[in-house]
């Protein structure tokens, strides 16, 4: 991952009321199912979280998953499997792989549940702290799940405002709470990911480097799919020569020959937002090496 010196700083003032209400209620619940975003499981984590959850038995969902590379989400699930975290696949708005979350929460609360059956507890209401960046789809994943459309959905960052309890079954209960960043991205990588998913405003960063930033990985991971949305059998080496390349192809030419790439670069980050270039995940498990 390349490093920036000067780290990018990202942390609204309700970030902190959120991330202390959170280590007020951990204690509440039974378990903790971290979100995150399967085309960049890593980008997508905050690092304070295990602080925050200690022991509490722990899930991660990698959800939109119907938009994330099935074959590098299955090597994600591995990893987290090697490191003895649950994980599973899901995609929110579809519903798929929703339905594994109750096993799951079952699984990794064998032994709790086990303690409570030697004390005649069978039937205790379980209850999960649902974690995550803003825009991963915690609140569409929790309507799902629940049947109602309770949660506040909205494809921008920031809209749950406090915590949220929400009922599933006579035996589960969800808490819902706020996205959580982290004061500021060490990694410049990491800041590009987040804004090119959305996870952040586009302002924190140049909208024509974010898609130039894209089109390298595109152009090193996923070329076919370039080729079939854009009709180009190769980019240029240079990423802004392959943005222009881009912006021709779709016809945003301007006065003097010269192409809009402003125009071309949202274009180009807003279909890979909506799934129109293809499935794609813009970071593999190396990113943990």
Same mark, same amino acid.
């Given at each position: 991952?390349?490093?920036?010196?000067?780290?990018?700083?990202?942390?609204?003032?309700?970030?902190?009321?959120? &991330?202390? %209400?959170?280590? !007020?209620?951990?204690? $509440? +619940?039974?378990?903790?199912?971290?979100?995150?975003?399967?085309? *960049? #499981?890593?980008?997508?984590?905050?690092?304070?979280?295990?602080?925050?959850?200690?022991?509490?038995?722990?899930?991660?969902?990698?959800?939109?998953?119907?938009?994330?590379?099935?074959?590098?989400?299955?090597?994600?699930?591995?990893?987290?499997?090697?490191?003895?975290?649950?994980?599973?696949?899901?995609?929110?708005?579809?519903?798929?792989?929703?339905?594994?979350?109750?096993?799951?929460?079952?699984?990794?609360?064998?032994? &709790?549940? %086990?303690?409570? !059956?030697?004390?005649? $507890? +069978?039937?205790?209401?379980?209850?999960?702290?649902?974690?995550? *960046? #803003?825009?991963?789809?915690?609140?569409?994943?929790?309507?799902?799940?629940?049947?109602?459309?309770?949660?506040?959905?909205?494809?921008?960052?920031?809209?749950?405002?406090?915590?949220?309890?929400?009922?599933?079954?006579?035996?589960?209960?969800?808490?819902?709470?706020?996205?959580?960043?982290?004061?500021?991205?060490?990694?410049?990588?990491?800041?590009?990911?987040?804004?090119?998913?959305?996870?952040?405003?586009?302002?924190?960063?140049?909208?024509?480097?974010?898609?130039?930033?894209?089109?390298?990985?595109?152009?090193?991971?996923?070329?076919?799919? *370039?080729?079939?949305?854009?009709?180009?059998?190769?980019?240029?080496?240079?990423?802004?020569?392959?943005?222009?390349?881009?912006?021709?192809?779709?016809?945003?030419?301007?006065?003097?020959?010269?192409?809009?790439?402003?125009?071309?670069?949202?274009?180009?980050?807003?279909?890979?937002?909506?799934?129109?270039?293809?499935?794609?995940?813009?970071?593999?498990?190396?990113?943990?090496?």
């Amino acid at each position: 991952m390349s490093e920036n010196k000067s780290s990018i700083n990202w942390f609204p003032g309700h970030m902190t009321k959120a &991330k202390r %209400k959170i280590a !007020e209620q951990i204690n $509440m +619940v039974d378990a903790v199912c971290e979100i995150v975003d399967a085309r *960049i #499981p890593f980008s997508s984590r905050n690092p304070d979280i295990p602080e925050l959850i200690g022991n509490k038995p722990h899930i991660v969902l990698l959800n939109k998953c119907d938009m994330a590379d099935m074959k590098k989400t299955l090597e994600w699930i591995s990893f987290y499997k090697k490191s003895s975290i649950l994980a599973i696949a899901a995609d929110a708005k579809s519903g798929k792989g929703v339905g594994e979350f109750k096993s799951a929460v079952m699984t990794v609360l064998g032994d &709790k549940l %086990k303690k409570y !059956e030697e004390k005649g $507890m +069978v039937g205790k209401t379980l209850r999960v702290m649902v974690l995550g *960046i #803003p825009n991963v789809g915690k609140s569409s994943f929790i309507n799902r799940l629940a049947g109602k459309s309770k949660a506040k959905v909205e494809n921008r960052p920031g809209v749950t405002k406090g915590n949220q309890w929400f009922t599933v079954s006579d035996k589960l209960e969800l808490l819902d709470t706020p996205g959580v960043l982290w004061p500021k991205f060490d990694s410049q990588t990491v800041g590009e990911h987040l804004a090119i998913t959305g996870a952040v405003t586009d302002r924190i960063l140049d909208t024509e480097l974010l898609a130039m930033r894209l089109l390298e990985i595109l152009k090193s991971d996923y070329m076919p799919l *370039i080729s079939a949305r854009y009709g180009m059998d190769r980019l240029p080496e240079d990423s802004y020569d392959a943005l222009c390349l881009v912006g021709k192809k779709r016809g945003m030419v301007i006065r003097g020959g010269e192409v809009d790439t402003l125009r071309a670069a949202n274009m180009l980050l807003e279909e890979f937002r909506n799934c129109k270039i293809g499935r794609i995940t813009l970071e593999g498990t190396d990113f943990y090496a």
